[in-house]
């Protein structure tokens, strides 16, 4: 086979259907459809292809630059693809973590500039928000950013409406399950018009993060409102994956079937798992599921080596934050902002801001120091990072990660706090202060 450029070979996945003394299903046939296998390595190859090729060449004829929010994959496609064509790339992103991406964005050439929005994405009343600075830039730019805005942009559902489902029902017939988990939702909202419209009774499940987790390219239930193009009614049920079940699941798909697949397959495969099993021993007649085999586990070795770094020699950590169970440990208070001048003053805690730097600057808590959440949370998993005999408060952007890191360290014999409602409350008290 021959093809003149690498885009010719995006789409056209297999499925890879899982052996049922892998899965335990009984009446159900479960497949992957193998995006991974894309020339960029992800399912967003389909999306950054669907959302530029129209107009590439006006870009180069115009010398604009693409401009895209994204954790990591979407910008990676694009950025590769663009460059191809000689088209500059700026990632402007406060959600981009995984360490392997963003250098390998850096040496295809991309810019990066990382900002912390109030709740890691969208808050356009947040002049910190990366989807906020990107239109603003575009509206000053005189036409020279060509923002694809792919938590809004209709091509992103269409592309897999279009392509990833039609290629999952030419193989299948018919889907009755589609299980996935929910980053921009487009993969999920496309497909998913496609199988019902084939198959009014299929059923789809979107999975999150669980709050205070990252699983990289699935959000939280609480943030999934700031993507345009989520629907609620559009899912069945929504259910939430942590960070180690998405993790042993990914083990599995890598050991036990070869398939060298990331974290967030691994969420896709376990979510699919737990939701089938509660429906398996009550079918008559044999179904199909499918899931989203997202993306390669390559790009992904220091995410995984900070939460199993047993697996890479190093010393198996029992009690780290990632083995951390909060369902099973007593919640940590919160301090109410219409308290926390008071509390401070009466108890004199340590005071730790958890966001990033950029926005530590922008404004604090007197006599907290800062510690962005990576660097915090390796320091968590050291034996003593505070002094016990004090009180520990963190603050994060809206109260959401620091819940469970005070949880964690109070299991640990601190007595840790956090601020309730986070930064963004205490910003909106002072507003509403002063407007009175």
């Known amino acids: 086979m021959i093809v003149e450029r690498m885009t010719d070979l995006i789409g056209n996945t297999p499925l890879l259907k899982i052996p049922a003394e892998v899965t335990g299903l009984k009446n159900i046939d479960l497949y992957g459809k193998l995006e991974l296998l894309n020339p960029y390595g992800s399912v967003k190859d389909r999306i950054a292809w669907g959302m530029i090729k129209d107009d590439l060449e006006d870009m180069a004829a115009n010398d604009q ?11 990676k496609a694009i950025c590769a693809i663009a460059a191809s064509y000689d088209v500059p790339f700026k990632l402007v992103s406060a959600i981009a973590k995984v360490k392997e991406t963003k250098d390998l964005l850096r040496m295809l050439g991309a810019e990066i500039e990382e900002f912390a929005a109030a709740s890691d994405c969208f808050d356009p009343n947040d002049p910190n928000d990366p989807q906020y600075l990107i239109e603003k830039a575009v509206r000053e730019a005189g036409g ?57 009774d299929c059923v789809c499940v979107g999975l999150t993060s669980a709050k205070g987790e990252f699983v990289p390219g699935i959000r939280s239930l609480d943030q999934m409102w700031e993507s345009g193009l989520y629907q609620r009614d559009n899912y069945a049920d929504v259910v939430t994956v942590g960070e180690k079940a998405a993790l042993d699941a990914m083990l599995t798909l890598n050991r036990r079937l070869g398939l060298l697949c990331g974290p967030s397959a691994g969420a896709n495969y376990h979510g699919a798992l737990e939701y089938l099993k509660t429906i398996d021993d009550s079918l008559t007649e044999r179904k199909s599921a499918v899931f989203i085999v997202c993306d390669r586990v390559e790009w992904y070795m220091s995410y995984i080596s900070d939460r199993m770094p047993e697996m890479f020699g190093e010393k198996e950590k029992p009690d780290s934050l990632f083995n951390f169970d909060e ?75 620091t819940t469970r890191h005070a949880a964690y360290l109070q299991s640990r014999e601190y007595r840790a706090y956090s601020v309730e409602g986070g930064m963004m409350a205490l910003k909106a008290m002072k507003q509403q202060a002063k407007a009175a």
């Open 144 to 200: 020279k950013i060509y923002f694809t805005s792919q938590f809004t942009n209709e091509k992103n559902p269409e592309v897999h409406e279009k392509t990833t489902a039609q290629e999952v029902l030419e193989d299948l017939g018919s889907v009755d399950y589609f299980i996935s988990g929910l980053g921009t939702t487009g993969s999920t909202l496309g497909m998913t018009r496609a199988f019902k419209k084939n198959n009014p």
């Open 65 to 75: 630059m693409i401009f895209e929010n994204s954790s990591g994959n979407t910008a």
């Open 327 to 401: 369902t099973a440990a007593g919640k940590a208070p919160q301090i109410n902002v219409a308290d926390l001048d008071g509390w401070i003053a009466e108890n004199d805690p340590v005071i730790v801001d958890i966001r990033s730097s950029i926005a530590y600057r922008m404004g604090h808590i007197d006599g907290a120091i800062n510690l962005p959440i990576e660097s915090f949370e390796k320091l968590i998993d050291s034996n003593s990072p505070f002094p016990k005999e004090k009180p520990v408060l963190l603050a994060c952007a809206v109260g959401e990660k």
